[in-house]
């Protein structure tokens, strides 16, 4: 905690509060994310702090690009490569460093409210074990029986509307009202200054409200030069309250004044910590969200929405272990779209994304089952795994496939098999062993296919073999 020359506390900066760039780089899952990023989308690149060391990736003379990544409006590092894609990469950083410094700033903001009430309780010793208004009101109206003679005990708080609560205690009886300011009160709350009034009748500025008064001592609740209340004894006698009793009164006072704004503080940091904790609760999922969009572009074939090549071997390799420990069958259905150059060629290019994301959709529909997979194998190659799936069962799915992408209905002029786009498929069928590479899989699937092109293409051929006897 930091305080100035009239030892008020200090707010927090900003600039203390800083977000070290390295460290955040080094976090395995935004690591593997960057990784992911070259591998799925071919990209170079590297992340420079502002001493422009390299702390993630590698240099290159060929990095032309260059985007800031920015901190609260200062420049704490730079994404350089050779494309100006990364520039994506660099708004998912801005993204991530932005959230973990408002996270940041926002527990330095909690811990700095937490230390501003423990700073407020350590200079209030006689009232530090208050935790409510009603325990303070209750230690100063025993302090103050102590100390002065009094009839009528009043607490007077000014509140938002700038109204007075007035809080009264008739020995231990108790009342609580509004009302309007006394002109010794509103003397009082004004100036800042304690008061004595041993007899009202002789103060011209004393209003009657009630006819047992005869004498008051009025003290000010200030903290740090703001006044927030007023304290006022009244006692139905003439009483000589002394200055000696007035500057211990006001000592008094001063210290009820710190426990109150430490009371209020306190309500106010347990809204402000709900407040915050909920905050955090928002910032969290919009984090979660934003990194499982992420992991899913770094997985998913940006044109066709079906899954890339990385995740289909990663998959397979998966499946391969797990139907070769329960001795199942897996079949592999490679397909490609008959004639496709020949498509570009004619409808263009533009024609020919539409088309493949058209068959894609296709095959996705047609291919439901949790285990199963479809994949963009490469330009116009699609790849499907069908676990626990025998032979009979990849050939009902494969015509079923080559039906569904022929009523599609997506008109081919340079197809010399139909009017209509359609597919060759291979099938490759299997019960896997693990000294067997799931490879041999896929180059048997694709020895079919050129089989089924052979033939005349729109259908598919079969081709099975047996890892135990390789």
């Not at 990469?89 to 009430?117: C, H, R, V």
Request: proline fraction near 2%; include cysteine; glycine fraction near 4%.
């Amino acid at each position: 905690m930091k305080y100035n020359e009239d030892n008020k506390i200090l707010p927090i900066e900003f600039t203390m509060i800083q977000i070290k760039l390295k460290k955040l780089l080094s976090k395995p899952k935004l690591n593997s994310l960057l990784e992911n990023f070259t591998k799925t989308f071919n990209l170079s690149f590297l992340i420079s702090d502002i001493q422009k060391n390299v702390i993630w990736g590698h240099f290159n003379d060929n990095f032309y690009y260059n985007y800031p990544l920015m901190v609260n409006d200062k420049i704490v590092g730079n994404v350089n490569g050779d494309t100006d894609k990364i520039e994506t990469i660099s708004q998912m950083l801005n993204y991530i460093l932005n959230e973990e410094f408002e996270k940041k700033f926002l527990a330095a903001d909690t811990l700095e409210k937490y230390e501003e009430i423990n700073f407020l309780s350590d200079i209030s010793n006689q009232l530090s074990s208050c935790l409510t208004f009603q325990e303070i009101m209750e230690v100063v109206r025993l302090e103050t029986q102590k100390l002065l003679k009094s009839y009528q005990i009043s607490f007077m708080l000014l509140n938002d509307k700038g109204e007075l609560d007035i809080y009264s205690y008739e020995g231990k009886k108790f009342n609580k009202s509004q009302g309007s300011i006394e002109c010794i009160t509103g003397y009082v709350l004004r100036s800042g200054k304690a008061e004595i009034v041993n007899n009202v009748n002789k103060d011209s500025r004393y209003i009657q409200h009630d006819n047992k008064i005869k004498s008051i001592i009025c003290a000010p609740l200030t903290v740090q030069n703001t006044t927030i209340g007023v304290i006022k004894v009244s006692h139905n006698e003439w009483v000589k309250y002394t200055s000696e009793q007035l500057k211990l009164f006001t000592s008094l006072t001063s210290q009820a004044a710190i426990a109150i704004q430490t009371t209020q503080y306190y309500n106010q940091l347990i809204e402000y910590s709900q407040t915050l904790e909920q905050k955090v609760i928002e910032r969290t999922q919009e984090l979660e969200e934003v990194t499982k969009q992420l992991e899913y572009l770094a997985t998913v074939d940006e044109l066709t929405q079906v899954y890339n090549r990385r995740y289909f071997n990663e998959y397979l390799d998966r499946e391969w272990r797990r139907v070769a420990r329960e001795r199942k069958f897996i079949s592999l259905i490679l397909c490609d779209i008959d004639y496709f150059k020949r498509y570009n060629d004619y409808y263009y290019h533009q024609a020919g994304d539409n088309c493949l994301y058209k068959v894609a959709q296709c095959l996705k529909s047609l291919v439901k089952r949790p285990a199963d997979l479809v994949a963009r194998f490469g330009g116009e190659e699609f790849v499907i795994i069908l676990s626990d799936t025998n032979r009979l069962g990849a050939e009902k799915v494969a015509q079923e496939l080559c039906r569904a992408i022929e009523d599609l209905k997506i008109d081919h002029f340079g197809s010399e098999c139909s009017d209509y786009v359609t597919m060759s498929l291979g099938i490759a069928t299997t019960i896997p062993t693990r000294r067997v590479s799931p490879q041999k899989l896929i180059k048997t699937a694709d020895k079919a296919l050129y089989q089924a092109k052979d033939m005349g293409r729109n259908g598919f051929c079969v081709a099975e073999f047996r890892p135990d006897i390789i």
